[in-house]
């Protein structure tokens, strides 16, 4: 299409005309991003679809701002050089280039999404900055869903066809006029990138964030389907700074939640070993024995071994993952301290003085290791547990055999559970031990020689954890022959959830539900309690079930104490999701979205926040006070306990 032109002004055209092409695309990539996840948001109609494209568009537009400086500057520059071919050529493939990256972002989200429940941050880079196989985790991204790059090749060739059907022309001999004509434009479009990146042009606004897209939903995990990709990176690159909160006066504060614990007892420590077992992705849905009502109460779940041990253990009903990362389990389960907004050990505070379960037990003598069948840096697992005072680590490296990797994650679990059996029996006794699998993790394979042998089901996570488990039952086998097995205690819990399939499973409750089992050999420990249970309770059960003697800092609480007026926490893409008694509150920071009964209500389908203000109002008490203590003490480094 041929513009004539005596101003030069086409030029300005084609430069809206190419950044309405980016709108469209982001809106269809929107529009796929919520088919690819549609049964992870429930109850959107029609209209309030419309209405969260319309919210999106504000978005897109701040991202493609700031993906798109510099082109939009090198066309507004009011000098007639912007005409020449050779100029128009090179900018031509520097805006596909850069815009196409944006959408291969938003493209990932479409699978990834599923594993995380929130967009894609900046926070990733760190997260795989110290994978040693990162081309092979790519590749195997690729190969399971290939066809992403399908819809990547159709995008980016409407994308180059649509870019094509107008051209710049310079029809026009610049004169005085026509350059002061062009300032004044460059000066508007200047204010309208700023207008468009802060979201908005009054006064007091600042650029958009992400917790601005709740302005146009009605409950914080639909937020995702407003942001894009590339926006929720930009806005992540900077790292953010937790704000001092005063909710309360410091007595009134601790009198309603206190991370200080002091001994309850006066009971000789005892000196018990500690195992924590960490396994990758085992959601709780995945348990047959944890789930005796699903299926009409025919589910037999996938894990035949851990049916069994919990029959032999204690264990909760209502148990949860303070995140929704491998990256975001350390901390909870070690250090007592979870994530939130983004992963503690990723944060400007992860240098900030902490304790651990760890370094407790190993101020008390014991021996410490850690194991984890990756090359080691993987996930920064080695840098957190030697921050956490973890004496010795067990990685890839120090695991001899060859021949026993999966090719992309590390040492298949069953042989590197047995490598831990054995490493552990050179460790001096008491020992403070923990193991994190990684089979049941994506691209989902099992070794050749067991395909066939694990039942499938309706998710691909799930005959790997079938393969995870034959591996623990393969440990507890080894293990129950040496010397320190009776004298041990033992903690299995996962570091996240998953994809889920049940109805019962595909809400935020079901998102973090993971079982937490605590096991002695010697039958001590029985029970199926239905207290609210999180990750960060393991460290406070552990060390008050051995009578610990001493003050320490944890955010978490004894699971084994029934009088504990306790709650379960956790945090993702900003909001809190909150658990006390049979009641689930929503909150997004600043205010109350949604109240659930969980025991009448299990599928979340009717808030009764207008109902039941009081409990509301309760709930929110507990959450001021756990953001008041997790904020300030973040912020003064105060994450240890001081006489």
């Known amino acids: 299409m041929k513009i004539k032109d005596t101003t030069g002004l086409n030029l300005y055209l084609v430069l809206a005309y190419r950044l309405l092409i980016l709108l469209l695309l ?3 990539c929107r529009i796929g991003f919520y088919l690819f996840n549609q049964d992870l948001f429930q109850n959107i109609t029609f209209p309030k679809y419309l209405y969260i494209l319309w919210g999106g568009l504000k978005f897109d537009v701040s991202a493609l701002i700031y993906i798109n400086s510099i082109y939009i500057l090198a066309h507004v520059i009011p000098f007639p050089f912007r005409y020449n071919e050779g100029y128009q050529r090179f900018f031509k493939w ?6 196409s990256l944006g959408i291969v972002a938003n493209l990932i989200d479409f699978v990834y999404y599923k594993f995380t429940l929130k967009r894609t941050t900046a926070t990733v880079f760190s997260q795989f900055s110290n994978e040693q196989n990162k081309l092979k985790l790519f590749g195997d991204f690729l190969k399971d869903y290939w066809y992403l790059l399908v819809l990547l090749a159709v995008f980016i060739w409407l994308f180059i066809k649509l870019y094509q059907l107008i051209q710049v022309k310079k029809t026009v001999r610049f004169t005085w006029p026509i350059y002061l004509l062009h300032t004044v434009l460059m000066l ?5 990138c700023i207008t468009g990146v802060r979201g908005g042009w009054g006064f007091g606004t600042r650029p958009i964030t992400l917790s601005n897209a709740g302005e146009f939903v009605d409950t914080p995990d639909q937020m995702s389907l407003v942001l894009n990709t590339p926006f929720a990176i930009i806005r992540t690159l900077k790292a953010s700074k937790l704000k001092p909160l005063n909710y309360y006066d410091e007595q009134t ?9 002091l001994p309850k007892d006066t009971g000789k420590f005892n000196k018990l070993n500690v195992m924590v077992i960490i396994v990758e992705s085992l959601g709780k849905e995945h348990i047959g024995s944890l789930n005796k009502d699903l299926d009409g109460g025919k589910y037999k779940g996938y894990t035949p071994f ?23 389990a ?5 250090t007592g301290i979870p994530s939130i907004n983004e992963p503690f050990v990723l944060s400007i505070y992860s240098s900030n003085k902490t304790t651990s379960i760890a370094k407790i037990l190993g101020d008390e003598g014991y021996e410490t290791a850690f194991f984890h069948g990756a090359p080691n840096g993987s996930m920064g697992f080695s840098s957190y547990t030697n921050l956490a005072g973890v004496k010795k680590y067990f990685g890839q490296n120090e695991y001899q055999k060859t021949g026993d990797s999966d090719g992309t994650w590390g040492i298949w679990d069953d042989p590197f559970l047995q490598y831990t059996a054995q490493t552990i029996n050179t460790l001096k006794q008491p020992f403070f031990a923990s193991v994190f699998t990684l089979s049941s993790h994506h691209p989902f394979r099992i070794p050749e020689e067991y395909v066939g042998k694990f039942p499938k089901g309706p998710l691909p996570v799930q005959e790997p954890l079938g393969y995870t488990d034959m591996a623990l039952r393969n440990f507890f086998k080894t293990a129950s022959s040496m010397p320190w097995f009776k004298n041990t205690l033992f903690v299995l819990c996962a570091d996240h959830a998953t994809v889920s399939y049940h109805p019962e499973y595909q809400n935020t409750p079901g998102y973090f539900s993971i079982p937490i089992i605590f096991y002695r050999p010697d039958g001590s420990l029985k029970g199926l309690s239905d207290k609210l249970v999180q990750q960060m309770d393991i460290m406070p059960t552990v060390l008050n079930y051995l009578h610990y ?6 955010m978490g609480f004894d699971a084994f104490d029934e009088k504990t007026d306790n709650f379960v926490v956790n945090n993702n893409d900003g909001s809190f999701n909150f658990y006390m008694g049979d009641y689930y509150l929503v909150n997004d920071g600043k205010d109350n979205l949604a109240l659930y009964n969980l025991k009448k209500d299990r599928l979340t389908q009717h808030n009764i926040l207008a109902e039941e203000p009081e409990v509301a109002a309760a709930m929110e008490k507990k959450l001021k006070a756990f953001r008041q203590q997790y904020n300030n003490r973040m912020i003064a480094n105060q994450l240890t306990y001081k006489k």
């Open 253 to 261: 504060l601790n009198s309603i939640y206190n991370p200080i614990h």
């Open 94 to 99: 520097w805006f596909i280039i850069s815009n």
């Open 330 to 334: 350390l901390p909870s389960v070690i």
């Open 306 to 328: 851990l049916d069994s041990l919990v029959g032999e253990s204690y264990t909760f009903k209502r148990s949860f993952a303070n995140g929704r990362k491998s990256i975001d």
């Open 188 to 192: 508007v479009i200047a204010l309208m």
């Open 549 to 554: 003697d001493k003050p320490y800092f944890s």
């Open 26 to 28: 982001y809106t269809l």
